[in-house]
């Protein structure tokens, strides 16, 4: 709720506004340094600064100026926003499948609220509906919000907390579920799950958004829409990601949970499978799968739940000249696993081999994976990668170093038998490691066909 029209204004920013008579909501035309601009004068965030006046434009973007820069404002009206979604009963029928969505955070449930400048959960089925009508297409929608968190935020107690809900969830006959998740880290949230809840009969769809819903390029709905479809029609029973899939709003990507990698900080086609084509495609209309090996719908109605989970575990990024204190302190600390993101094949320089070793002979356990991303950790080819798995360093095979983290901490969770903890480590549950990457998903599915088809003529011409 905006409690006056000069919400959050402070300083020389709203001493600016005053003087011209404008106010929060008033619909101004407003000149400076930059140039001329309409737009709605939207209130500040309580922690923001007082030196700029924001405007949001027709286009829908928000633009900052510095309040010193205004040589003129005009007021032309005001018109007080209403960022309250419609709510609409959503509906039910006994002959569509019934799927919830568990809200984890993210920018997902999120709409800017722009007095304190936070992003607020929009969430209930309501809302939803109201919002994004189309999903009543595909099925009957529970929600729930489990936390309201930004994915960095997530940790151990959020996975179990999510494992032990799709297991209930499974149990009580659902027939798929949604979770909506912060992009950054839902990587790491769909390769943990899919160690944690093995054997599921049902999708279990994750799905977030670059950009929130109040911002006209929001992959927020489409995304959703696929999702939803996914969850209630697909025949793929796994932990998988869908997100956006070429530049533009074509269609979804289907990612299998454990080879999938956000790769852009910022476009919204960001999620890629790695070392895999990936499960399938999916817009409104149809689910076209690019392969058939994944796991299908059953009808039973439980699920292989293991929580476990080690925290003292750790990525270590190697860089050139990396010193071996760095391997120490970690051991020191009382870690009981590093998963190294190589070199090349697997590699690390010889400083470090005696801090390895170090580590290896006080019960850590040591795993290689490739910072390449693509490819496999071939440590037989140099000197050096033999020398390295001497010394108790085992190979992750093509484990993203992510996914091989945090199954590192689920196989700690379990044992602390170096055999046993490399049985489980070197034991595929989802195709975390694969007996071969094909030859033209690394080009291919960069970018999606459109794209690479447009980049070839670009450099043709
Ligand atoms: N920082 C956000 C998060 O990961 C970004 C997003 O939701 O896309 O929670």
């Not at 434009?57 to 005009?74: D, P």
């Not at 530049?247 to 476009?267: A, C, E, F, N, P």
């Not at 390895?356 to 994976?369: C, D, I, N």
């Amino acid at each position: 709720m905006v409690e006056s029209s000069m919400s959050g204004y402070r300083g020389i920013g709203r001493a600016v506004l005053e003087r011209h008579g404008a106010g929060v909501w008033s619909d101004i035309e407003l000149e400076a340094a930059q140039g001329t601009f309409r737009g709605l004068v939207l209130p500040r965030s309580e922690t923001a600064d007082d030196r700029h006046i924001v405007l949001k434009l027709a286009s829908g973007y928000n633009v900052g100026i510095a309040a010193e820069a205004v040589t003129r404002i005009t007021v032309l009206g005001r018109r007080e926003a209403n960022y309250k979604l419609p709510e609409k009963q959503f509906p039910h029928s006994r002959t569509k499948p019934n799927v919830v969505l568990l809200g984890t955070g993210g920018t997902i449930a999120s709409r800017l609220d722009y007095r304190t400048g936070a992003v607020i959960p929009a969430f209930s089925p309501g809302e939803l509906y109201g919002s994004v009508p189309e999903l009543a297409a595909f099925c009957n929608l529970r929600t729930e919000s489990l936390f309201s968190v930004f994915s960095e935020n997530m940790g151990p107690r959020q996975y179990q907390g999510l494992a032990e809900r799709i297991a209930e969830e499974v149990a009580a006959g659902v027939d798929g579920i949604v979770i909506g998740h912060g992009t950054d880290t839902m990587h790491h949230t769909a390769a943990i799950l899919s160690f944690m809840v093995q054997e599921l009969p049902v999708p279990v769809v994750m799905v977030g958004s670059q950009r929130s819903a109040d911002r006209p390029s929001s992959d927020a709905a489409i995304n959703l829409i696929h999702a939803v479809k996914a969850a209630a029609e697909s025949d793929i029973a796994e932990v998988m990601v869908c997100m956006f899939g070429p530049t533009s709003d074509q269609y979804g990507l289907l990612h299998r949970g454990t080879r999938v990698r956000k790769m852009h900080t910022s476009y919204r086609s960001t999620f890629r499978t790695i070392g895999d084509i990936p499960l399938g495609m999916i817009d409104a209309a149809r689910i076209v799968y690019f392969r058939h090996d994944f796991h299908r719908r059953r009808p039973e109605r439980s699920v292989k739940l293991n929580t476990a989970f080690e925290e003292k575990v750790t990525i270590l990024y190697y860089y050139p000249n990396m010193k071996p204190d760095v391997v120490d302190a970690v051991v020191d600390k009382g870690y009981r696993g590093i998963v190294i993101a190589g070199t090349g094949l697997g590699h690390v320089n010889k400083p470090l081999y005696p801090a390895l070793k170090r580590a290896v002979q006080r019960g850590v356990h040591v795993y290689m994976t490739a910072q390449t991303l693509w490819g496999y950790v071939q440590m037989y080819v140099y000197e050096t990668g033999r020398e390295i798995m001497e010394l108790g360093v085992v190979p992750a095979a093509n484990m993203l170093p992510e996914t091989a983290y945090v199954k590192l901490c689920w196989a700690l969770g379990q044992s602390n038998d170096p055999e046993q903890v490399k049985r489980i480590m070197l034991t595929p549950v989802c195709d975390e490691t694969t007996a071969r990457e094909p030859y033209n998903g690394y080009l291919v599915f960069q970018g999606a066909i459109p794209e690479v088809q447009g980049f070839l003529r670009s450099i043709k011409r």
